[in-house]
């Protein structure tokens, strides 16, 4: 029997999506998701993301067994998965949403548009996020953005369906080269969490979001936390816009939960004009975005700054307490990222791409087309950007003055009294004792001076970026990548705004 083969990615749910209902209107339609052993054994990837995985896809098997049908899952690399289907039964078509993924999930598609060519076999994408294959400027993709949102969420469909067998017991991490811990505290997968996670933010903790996302110690609570399941596609970001407005249309003026609603979908559409980025240059997960900035950090890597930082032995309270969370969690509000990217940037001058391969592993929602772009940002080789430098310990009292959130990551810093506790360094060895701590021992003793590093590694930057052929490449970064939400005579100031809060506060 002839049958259209509908491939999920990181799609994975049933309504809302465009591939699977277009399939089935003229043909039975096969469910197909395939690990692939090449993307797991990536640099970027960790257990964390296959478990969520894992739960996601016996969410969408038992949602679509629901419906009659089911999702065959195999193991192998994509065209040699496509080759023994195609061998055992030929198809009609492939269909798949488009994917903005990392370097090598950009040249498996290469791989598999070429295998579908040499059969004449049509492969038909749809997006399913604000994202424009080869965009050629930015002037009209504001309204692009807003069509897309703006139209039907489309039900699940009602087609005749290939039998599926009983899933299959799925590899375990470590059999796919996994080592990485799984936070015993992260999300768990799958498009009923995700549901119930969206309905708990709408009517109720989005009262919060919009004075209380960038402390540490509300943002759990307050940001929305659907980065995860936007990311998985377990939820659409069209149904996600949909319903925000929704409620923000039923809700009562003067309800604080408007402001929050209205500041939340600024960042849904800021969600996509960062993925654009790395669809319009895939590059930008190993190469600076403006050029002339390469070289400026990569041959000062430090081993033991990353170390250091990677172990959440900095000595800086609060960032070795955002690692302690993210190790357990999976997750941490946008300000805290940003204040890790930056001090691994400025005062610990280490080459963004590593770290950021360290953090894809950190975060559960990682977003590749997010997650570079911002990067780059914070450790200022955008070359349009301002740049933002967070200094850990004014972060520290700005948004845990009381050390609530560092004494909960970090048990030693119970014992540090208060008046020591943003630079506990600093402690007198005889208080030491008196408190039971020691400083190198139970407490990290930072590896460089904050205040001096900063400021040289602040002069090294603006002393490059104040070179005549810097300045001369940045115009066409900006027509390229620059946001077009403000009149264009205003681009050059857009582009060198904030580190925007997408993903990073979900």
């Known amino acids: 029997m002839s049958y259209n ?107 598999v548009r070429g295998w579908c060519r040499e059969r004449g076999l049509h492969w038909q994408e749809f997006a399913q996020f604000g994202v424009v294959r080869r965009l050629r400027d930015r002037d009209a993709w504001k309204a692009h953005w807003e069509a897309l949102m703006a139209e039907p969420c489309l039900e699940p469909p009602v087609c005749d369906w290939i039998a599926v067998p009983k899933l299959p017991i799925l590899p375990e991490p470590h059999t796919l080269g996994l080592i990485h811990p799984d936070p015993p505290q992260r999300q768990i997968g799958g498009r009923r969490q995700g549901i119930e996670t969206l309905r708990d933010f709408l009517f109720d903790r989005c009262g919060a979001y919009r004075g209380s996302i960038s402390s540490p110690l509300s943002a759990p609570t307050a940001c929305s936390r659907l980065s995860a399941y936007l990311a998985f596609g377990c939820l659409s970001l069209r149904e996600v816009v949909q319903a925000t407005r929704r409620q923000l249309a039923a809700l009562p003026r003067g309800d604080a939960r408007r402001a929050g609603l209205t500041a939340f979908i600024s960042r849904l559409y800021w969600h996509c004009h960062f993925m654009q980025k790395l669809e319009s240059e895939p590059e930008l997960e190993f190469t600076n975005l403006h050029r002339g900035y390469d070289g400026l950090r990569e041959a000062d890597w430090n081993p033991a700054h990353f170390q250091a930082l990677s172990a959440g032995q900095t000595g800086w309270p609060l960032v070795d307490a955002c690692v302690a969370m993210l190790q357990q969690t999976g997750w941490l509000n946008f300000r805290m990222r940003a204040m890790l990217v930056s001090v691994a940037s400025y005062p610990l001058w280490l080459h963004w791409q590593p770290v950021g391969t360290w953090l894809a ?65 600093r402690m007198p060895v005889k208080l030491q004792q008196q408190c039971g701590v020691s400083v190198g021992v139970d407490i990290a003793e930072p590896p460089v001076d904050l205040e001096r590093a900063t400021r040289q590694a602040k002069a090294r930057l603006y002393q490059l970026r104040g070179r005549a052929d810097v300045k001369v490449a940045k115009a066409a970064i900006v027509e390229k990548h620059g946001s077009r939400k403000q009149p264009i005579r205003r681009k050059t100031k857009i582009a060198v705004g904030d580190w925007v809060q997408t993903q990073f506060e979900f």
């Open 5 to 111: 083969l509908v491939w999920f990615k990181r799609d994975l749910r049933v309504h809302d999506h465009a591939p699977l209902l277009n399939a089935g209107r003229n043909a039975p339609v096969l469910c197909l998701f395939i690990i692939e052993p090449s993307l797991w054994a990536a640099a970027d990837a960790a257990t964390q993301h296959y478990q969520f995985l894992r739960e996601s896809l016996l969410d969408l098997d038992a949602a679509l067994r629901k419906r009659g049908g089911g999702l065959r899952i195999e193991v192998g690399e994509a065209v040699a998965v496509l080759q023994r289907l195609w061998q055992e039964a030929p198809f009609l078509a492939v269909y798949s949403h488009q994917e903005t993924g990392n370097w090598l999930s950009f040249q498996r598609d290469l791989a």
């Open 361 to 425: 592993r950190q975060f559960l929602d990682y977003e590749p087309g997010i997650h570079w772009s911002q990067m780059q940002m914070q450790a200022g080789t955008t070359g349009i950007n301002t740049t933002r430098v967070y200094n850990p310990i004014k972060q520290a009292r700005d948004h845990d003055p009381h050390g609530h959130f560092v004494r909960h990551w970090l048990p030693a810093l119970r014992r540090v009294p208060q008046e020591w506790l943003f630079e506990p360094w």
